[in-house]
């Protein structure tokens, strides 16, 4: 009886101790969105990296984990998106908040991260073109181009009406 006993109280230590460290993971602490002023690559890169580190971020519902990519994004991605815009889906306006931002990690056929392609949500920053701060840096941070980049927003104005967002209809309940 008393071996069941203790059986019973290591598994519930075991239980409780896994548990605690799966919502430490997942913990992240936000920061108030990047103003028009304060906005730029590295300041971005050192946001979503640093700051809040965005590997604990959430991905899109229904395109978790690592993805089969399109021209000329790379072979393979994995696209985080920050809690902002998570918490704000399903969006029936379309319109991503301030803060909202969606980090792409582009890989080679290794699953190796190559490049990062950012948009970061940006009150004010470019009303012509809803607002986004386009970025695009190396593996290791370099930023390679940013600002309102010209081919970023021309071809994801296939989407202009979803906010220039891709993958993921912002008004689709996520579940
Ligand atoms: C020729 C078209 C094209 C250009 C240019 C382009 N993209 Fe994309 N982008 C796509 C496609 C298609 C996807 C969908 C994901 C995929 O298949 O890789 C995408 C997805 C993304 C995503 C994930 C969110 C979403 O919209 O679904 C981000 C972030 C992104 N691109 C950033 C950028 C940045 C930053 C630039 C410029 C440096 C850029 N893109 C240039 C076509 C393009």
Redesign the pocket.
């Known amino acids: 009886m008393r071996k069941v006993l203790i059986l019973f109280l290591v598994v519930c230590v075991c239980f409780l101790f896994l548990t605690a460290q799966r919502r430490r993971r997942k913990k992240i602490d936000i920061k108030p969105p990047l103003t028009k002023e304060e906005i730029g690559g590295e300041r971005l890169w050192r946001r979503f990296t640093e700051e809040e580190n965005y590997e604990k971020y959430p991905f899109w519902p229904g395109h978790e984990g690592i993805q089969q990519?399109?021209?000329?994004?790379g072979d393979l991605?994995t696209?985080y998106i920050h809690p902002i815009l998570f918490d704000a889906l399903p969006i029936k306006d379309k319109v991503v908040p301030d803060g909202g931002m969606?980090?792409?990690c582009n890989m080679n056929a290794e699953k190796e991260i190559v490049a990062f392609?950012?948009?970061a949500k940006v009150e004010g920053y470019n009303p012509e073109a809803n607002d986004w701060f386009?970025?695009?840096m190396s593996k290791d941070g370099e930023v390679e181009?940013e600002g309102k980049?010209k081919?970023?927003i021309?071809?994801?104005s296939i989407l202009k009406e979803n906010d220039?967002?891709?993958?993921?209809q912002l008004d689709k309940n996520p579940k």
């Open positions: 990519g399109q021209s000329p994004h991605h696209v969606i980090v792409k392609t950012v948009m386009w970025a695009k181009a980049i081919g970023c021309e071809c994801h220039y967002v891709i993958l993921y």
